[in-house]
Each structure stands twice: as C-alpha cells, then as structure tokens.
C-alpha cells in the first residue's frame, strides 16, 4: 500500500512550481492571456525542452514516457497558478494517439507532440452538448480511399492555436459507430472560429467541418474498429485533467484567502480569528484533501486499473464541480469589495470554477454515473 | 502510488479470512453468547490489542496489519474486537505510553480480556470543549490525591469499575494546559457518586460523576503531575485510517439502497428518479472519499510521518454522513417516518428513526464538527485561535 507521490514525482512538482514561480507569477499570466491566442509561445517552447509537452508520449518517440499520476502533479502545478496554455488539450491529444493509433500515426504526429512544432487539439463535444457517444452527429462519409467530414464541433480548446484537430466524428448508425480523425488546421472545407471563453486564461472556439476530405491513413487505428469505447475513454481523461488543474486551483484560491485571513484586522482583530471566516476555510481544506484523494485513486485506474476508472474519475469530477464552485464563491465574498475588483485575483480562480464546472461533464452528469457504475 | 497488498501482508489477509471463513458464522446464526466465545478465540490469536506491543501482551502488529485486521473483521461483521472499547480505544494506549510497569501489569491484561469497563472523566458542567479550562481539583496529600469536583457526560460511568481521570492539581499556572493530572480511579471509591442522564432516547447511557474527597493513591497517578494534557493529546501510533468505520457506513448506503429499492417516490420506483440517484451518488462519493483520506493518511503513517489533525477532515465527514443519511432515509419514507421506532407498524421496525436520532454519540462525542473545524483552522491553515 502506498497512497503518495514517488520521489521522481515530487522533483517533477518542484521543478515545475519553480518554472512557474519564475516565468508565470500572477501579474505575468494577466500579460499572457492578453496575447493572441491566449498563451506565450516562448514559454511553450522551454517546456518542450523541459519534457513536459512529451510526458506521457513514449521515450522512443520523444517524449518521457510517464502515466497519470506524473502528468496528474503537472496539471495541478499548472492550475494552481492558473497558467495559461494549450498543455492540457494537447496531452489529451498525446494520451489518445498513444493509445489508439497505429505505429505509423504514433510515429507521424507524437514526436511533432512532444517537441512543440505540431499542436493537436481534441475536438469531441457538440453543439448540443452532449457527452454521451449518441451526440456525435458529425458525419464521415466513404468516398473512395477518403473520408468526407461534415458537421460542428464546440466548446474546442485553443482552437485557433491548433495546428491539428482530434475530431470525433459518427461512421455509421450504431451507437458506437464512431472513429477518431485527425484533420491538419489549414484543410479546405474547415472554419474555425473562436467563441469568448468567460475564463480570460482559457480559450475555445467552434469547428465547421463543410465536406473536409482527409485521407484513410489519418484515421486513428485501425479503419475498421468503430471508436465509441475510444472516445468515452477520452472524455474520462478530459474529466480527470479539468479535476487535477482544478486540485492546484482550488489550492491557489484557497491559499490566497487564507493569507488574506492572516493580515486583514478588524474590529481589532485578525479575522481569521472569527470563526465565521476560519470555519468556512477548514470547509475548502475538507474538500480539496477530499477531491484530491478521489482524484488520485482515478488517476492510479487510468493506469494500472482500467475498467474502475469511469467510476473514480466521475466521482473526482463531480465533488471537484461542486467543490470548487463553493470556493470560488466563498473566496470572492470573504475578502469583501477588494474581491470584486479587477486587480484582485479573486475573480479569475471564481472565473476558473465556471470553466472547471462546465468542462468534460457537470456534477449531474458525472452524479449520474455514479449511480449507475454503484448498481442503483 | 501502489494500492496493491506487499506479498506479506496478502499472506497476513488470508490468514485472516481463513480465520473468519472456519470461525465466524453468519449473523443470523449467533447466539446472545456468541460476543464472549468470539472475544475469548481472537484474544488467543492475540488480534485484540493487536496492534499493542507483544511484551504487554498486544499482538505486535504493524499498522497496514491492523488496517488489513480491521478492515477484514469489518466486511464479515465480526463483533467489534474486544468488549472493553475506552479501555483498548485511548486508556490502554496511554498507560502503555505512559504508565510504570506496575500499572501496566495491573491494568493492560484485563483490557485485553475485557474483564471490566473503563469510563473517561473529562468534561465538567462548565467545560465540554474548552477541555483544558476543566476545575474539578486534585490535592495532593501525602500518598494521596484528594478528588473534588464533578464531571459529566461520562460514557458507561454506571457500569465502569475504573474511570481515567483528568483534575487540576495546579490551579495557578500561566498556561492552564500545565496544572492537568491524569488519575486513574476505581469508581467504588468512598465519595463517589454517579446520577444516570437518560438521552433522548430515555437510555442512561451517560452520567454525572460527583466526588467529595475522594482519596486516590499516589500510585494510581499516570505519568507526572501535570502531564495530564499531555497524555490526552498524545497516545501510540495506532492505525488511523478508519477503515473499520468506512466499512460500517458503506453497510449503512447499501441499506439506504435498499430502501430506496422498496419505496416509491412521486408514484414511481425511487431509485427511478434522478434526486434520489444523484443524492445516493453523493454519499457513495463521499465515502470513497473519507476511504481515500484514510488510506493517504495510513501511507504517511507508514512513511514514519505524524498524522494529527488530519483525522478532522474524516471526522467531518462521518458527522455528515451519520446525519444526512438517515435523514434521506425518511425523506423516502414518506409519512412513514412519523412512525415512533420500535413500532411494528415502522418499515424495517424503525431503523431510520434510531439512526435519524442517534447519530448524536458519533458527531457530538469527541468533538462536535465546529471544534473540528478549528482544529483544521488553526492546526493546519495556521489561523489564528479564538
């Protein structure tokens, strides 16, 4: 039994903490998410270098060839200061070639990955928002040795800084009928727009995909083996990476108010001392440790325990929605006015929270399989 | 991280399901003197006080044997190991820590045999959880302390032939933690005079204590003089994932389960509905999360790290469930609820209602959840104390 990080992992979280401490404090990330497409290209180029874009792609593709529980501590380090960059769309892009592509496409497109000169984003939720396999209603259809696409993809991380697209999109009637596409940013056919994201450190936009031809060969895996349980395990991974940035966001909000506690005086009196600001602080902490462990038991199924994993990451998930939707709330409303105005970064981690709650899956949602995963 | 069993401790679980797969019948097959048979055939495998030292007659066990231990006992309904629970709980642990060889001579093997019960004289009319600031005096005389005072909401004081107790022999010190001794008192001693408090229940399972110089030898002290608090606060490194108690609140969902099987809710199937799915959901989430807290904190445990306060986040956990649970429970149960428990007329005799009810000895004993919450505050947050 061991419930805790590797020595390995704990240098991989100091490392990142003091590359973020050093290039990407607070006033810096405000500077950030001003540039266009919303991230710092130099910045993206430095943690190719430092192996972070690679990190779950395999040593001999380029990458460093780690699992979930070592890309579980970047996220979170990356949330914590809500650092901003296509890192996480991009992973889920490496996990989902890693597992589902051929050697070919694993050759053609991870080392692109890991050396930050090929920008892959999941495309997999549409308009109707739908996380079940039945809402892929984007068609591909069989026209000699390619496939027509045709249909819309929303809510696409950094979509107008893709270079690629990891699209999901439905090849015949059957619920699962589903396959895995990549599709290059430039290709004839496609629109690609962006859509205002309320959170100013995360970008998204919307695919039009009007009679897009890509050949067979970008077609994940093998042509003929429909992608339903492919995809589902994709939106498990999305889940589970909102939740880990969630975890150091949380913890960042949590550690600003808790700061704040300690210095502000009134009524002659740290207010940290009232038990009306010091309860709903031991609050947060009761539930950060509490989504954090759920987190990190999904995280260890997504490697070494496969078929628990659905369960485990809706249940992180789900208490991280609500969780950190409460922290959001709370961390605004105990610093009083200075946590409404635009220079406090109160408002970007409640901002954070809105995104976190609404991406890869509301508590309802993951609530729901929860009942169904526990036999009720 | 790695939640698989080292090869060790498999062999240990299934020493221990053999164990309980050749001894332990079914629940329905125990008969009213089964506890005792079951208390005397794990004391000889040395599995009550397991985790205790072997030369005080503990069974020397590590902490992810006591996990494994607990755990294992907890998912066959074993009865719990051992009858005398403050004695195995914190008296035992302390006089192990703290006490001469003489007392643990004199004590450790009757806690082990359950031979009687211990009760704990902490809180006062005017001290419940403000314990430090407790008045009731201890004078030292000679070769005795002479005991003033009062205590109240002791557990078991009715039936306890010896109470671990905690008086202030020192009335002027700067910090009123340091003037607490702890004595350890036989409840026949002249002066003393127990007054059952029935709980809303009408049980009078908890009492006031009155004692009116009573003579304690100075032999019976634990520890120094003053050391009292100390000795509170401090006690052996026991397993401290709660796995035994996860184990009994996932029992408690699967019943809730049931019933939400049997009830209708707007004229349909409850667990067609999807508030009752999700709240359910939210409880089984719940516990996978306190399971989880537990096995993070046992980790640390096992790394040689200390685990204090930590066990708060758990403690709040279970004052929830202990409460919403049984809650939801009569929500499904419509005007059945109303039913006073013990009525045959009640569905499941009334289950919910005791529980609906009683959940207070769980979430008020040992820190109601707002003293928890200023533990996590100020322990760990570093907050200010009030």
New interface residues.
């Given amino acids: 039994m061991n419930f805790g990080f590797t020595e390995e992992q704990e240098l991989l979280r100091a490392e990142v903490r003091k590359f973020l401490d050093a290039n990407a404090p607070m006033q810096e990330v405000r500077r950030i998410l001003e540039r266009p497409n919303g991230y710092a290209p130099e910045l993206w180029r430095e943690m190719a270098r430092l192996g972070w874009l690679g990190l779950v792609v395999p040593e001999n593709l380029g990458g460093a060839g780690l699992g979930w529980m070592d890309l579980t501590v970047l996220l979170e380090e990356c949330g914590r200061t809500l650092f901003p960059s296509p890192l996480l769309a991009s992973t889920l892009s490496a996990l989902a070639l890693r597992e589902n592509g051929t050697a070919a496409q694993r050759e053609r497109w991870l080392p692109g990955i890991a050396d930050g000169s090929h920008l892959l984003v999941p495309a997999l939720v549409e308009a109707q928002d739908s996380l079940e396999t039945a809402g892929v209603e984007t068609r591909a259809e069989r026209e000699g040795a390619s496939l027509v696409l045709r249909g819309e993809k929303c809510f696409v991380p950094d979509a107008t800084a893709a270079s690629h697209f990891l699209v999901s999109v439905r090849t015949g009637d059957a619920l699962g009928d589903l396959a895995l596409v990549v599709i290059e940013s430039g290709a004839a056919g496609l629109g690609v727009e962006e859509i205002p994201c309320i959170d100013p450190t995360k970008r998204f936009g919307r695919l039009r995909l009007d009679g897009v031809r890509i050949p067979e060969d970008q077609v994940l895996g093998e042509s003929d083996r429909p992608a339903g349980e492919a995809v589902a395990r994709l939106l498990d991974h999305g889940a589970a990476a909102v939740t880990a940035e969630a975890i150091g966001a949380a913890e960042g909000a949590h550690a600003l108010i808790v700061e704040y506690a300690k210095q502000r005086v009134q009524f002659g009196s740290l207010i940290g001392r009232y038990q009306g600001v010091k309860h709903p602080l031991a609050e947060m902490y009761v539930d950060i440790e509490s989504f954090k462990s759920l987190l990190y038991y999904a995280t260890w199924c997504l490697d070494e325990s496969p078929a628990e994993a659905p369960l485990y990451v809706s249940m992180a998930k789900a208490w991280a929605n609500d969780a950190f939707t409460r922290i959001g709330i709370d961390v605004v409303e105990l610093h009083g006015a200075l946590g409404y105005t635009w220079d406090h970064d109160a408002h970007l981690y409640l901002k954070r929270s809105k995104w976190v709650k609404s991406t890869f899956g509301g508590s309802d949602h993951h609530y729901d399989r929860v009942a169904s995963r526990g036999g009720i | 991280?790695?939640?698989?069993?080292?090869p060790e401790?498999e062999v240990f679980r299934d020493e221990v399901r053999r164990f309980l797969d050749e001894n332990l019948p079914p629940e329905s097959e125990r008969d009213a003197m089964f506890a005792l048979r079951w208390h005397r055939l794990i004391r000889e495998k040395r599995w009550v006080g397991f985790g205790w030292p072997g030369e005080v007659g503990g069974g020397g066990g590590s902490i992810?044997e006591q996990?494994i231990l607990k755990e294992e006992m907890a998912i066959r309904r074993a009865p719990p190991l051992g009858g005398c629970i403050m004695g195995l709980a914190w008296v035992g642990p302390a006089i192990i820590q703290y006490g001469s060889e003489e007392q643990k001579r004199r004590f450790i093997p009757d806690i082990l045999d359950g031979a009687y019960q211990w009760c704990t004289g902490y809180s006062e009319p005017n001290v419940g959880s403000d314990l430090a600031a407790l008045q009731c005096r201890g004078e030292r005389r000679g070769d005795h302390y002479v005991v003033n005072g009062q205590k109240i909401w002791t557990s078991l004081a009715q039936w306890a032939r010896w109470m671990i107790l905690l008086v202030r022999t020192e009335p002027e010190t700067e910090r009123k933690h340091d003037g607490i001794t702890c004595l350890l008192v036989e409840m026949d001693s002249p002066g003393i005079q127990v007054k059952g408090i029935p709980n809303m229940m009408k049980q009078p399972l908890f009492a006031e204590v009155f004692f009116d110089d009573v003579r304690v030898p100075v032999e019976n002290r634990l520890g120094e003089e003053g050391q009292g608090w100390q000795i509170t606060i401090g006690a052996l490194a026991n397993e401290r994932s709660g796995i035994s108690e996860i184990t009994g609140l996932l029992r408690e969902l699967d019943l809730l389960?049931d019933l939400?099987?049997e009830s209708t809710w707007n004229g349909r199937r409850a667990?067609e509905d999807?508030r009752v799915?999700?709240r359910?959901?939210?409880f089984?989430?719940?516990i996978?999360?306190?399971r989880?807290?537990g096995?993070?904190y046992?980790?640390?445990q096992?790394?040689g790290e200390p685990v204090g306060s930590?066990t708060s986040?758990n403690k709040?956990?279970t004052a929830h469930l202990e409460k919403y649970m049984a809650e939801f429970a009569l929500e499904l149960e419509g005007n059945h609820a109303a039913i006073a428990p013990g009525s045959p007329a009640a569905i499941a005799r009334g289950r919910w209602q005791k529980e609906a009810l009683g959940w207070c000895t769980a979430v008020i004993g040992g820190g109601t959840p707002?003293i928890?919450?200023?533990i996590?505050?100020?322990r760990?947050?570093?907050?200010?104390?009030?």
Avoid: S
Avoid at chain 2, 1 to 6: E, G, T, W
Avoid at chain 2, 380 to 386: E, S, T, V, W, Y
């Fill in positions: 991280m790695d939640f698989r069993l080292a401790e992810m996990a389960k939400a099987r667990l999807a799915r999700r359910i959901a939210e089984e989430t719940r996978a999360a306190m989880f807290n096995l993070r046992l980790t640390r096992l790394r930590e986040v709040l956990h707002n928890q919450k200023n996590i505050a100020e760990i947050l570093g907050l200010p104390h009030d």
